[in-house]
C-alpha cells in the first residue's frame, strides 16, 4: 500500500479508509478524518526522510460478517538506507457492501 511516491497516491489510499478514523496508541486516543490519518501522516514521514514501507508479516482474522483485524509490521525504508519497524492492528467494517478500514492501534512490535 505504502510504495515509493506514496504521497503522489493519498487519494486512492483514501478510499479504503472510513471518514473518520480511531487511533490509538500510548500518547492516547485520537479521532483523524481521512485527510489527517493519509495525507498528513504521508507528508510527515516524507520530511523525515521516509521513502516507502513494505509488508513484513500479515495475519488477518475475521471476527464475524461485517469485522476483521489485521495484525501487521510494517517494514519501513528510509533515504539513508537505514529500516525501522512498526506495528498495529487494523480493524476493517464492512459497509455498504465495501472493506474499509476504521481502526488503528499502535502497538509494540514483537521480537
Request: overall charge negative; aromatic content about 14%.
Given at each position: 500500500?505504502?510504495?515509493?511516491n506514496?504521497w503522489?497516491r493519498?487519494?486512492?489510499?483514501a ?6 478514523i ?23 514521514w516524507?520530511?523525515e526522510?521516509?521513502?516507502g514501507t ?6 488477518t482474522?475475521l471476527?464475524n460478517?461485517t469485522t476483521?483485524?489485521?495484525d501487521?509490521?510494517?517494514?519501513d525504508?528510509?533515504?539513508?538506507g537505514?529500516t525501522?519497524y ?6 476493517a ?5 465495501k472493506?474499509?478500514l476504521?481502526q ?7 521480537d
Amino acid at each position: 500500500m505504502y510504495a515509493e511516491n506514496a504521497w503522489d497516491r493519498a487519494d486512492e489510499f483514501a478510499q479504503y479508509l472510513t471518514e473518520v478514523i480511531t487511533y490509538r496508541s500510548d500518547e492516547g486516543h485520537y479521532k483523524l478524518n481521512v485527510n489527517e490519518f493519509v495525507v498528513d501522516s504521508l507528508e510527515v514521514w516524507r520530511s523525515e526522510g521516509w521513502l516507502g514501507t513494505e509488508v513484513e508479516k500479515l495475519d488477518t482474522k475475521l471476527l464475524n460478517a461485517t469485522t476483521s483485524v489485521f495484525d501487521i509490521k510494517w517494514r519501513d525504508l528510509n533515504h539513508d538506507g537505514s529500516t525501522e519497524y512498526e506495528c498495529g492492528w487494523y480493524f476493517a467494517d464492512k459497509i455498504e457492501e465495501k472493506w474499509l478500514l476504521s481502526q488503528h492501534i499502535v502497538m509494540a512490535c514483537p521480537d
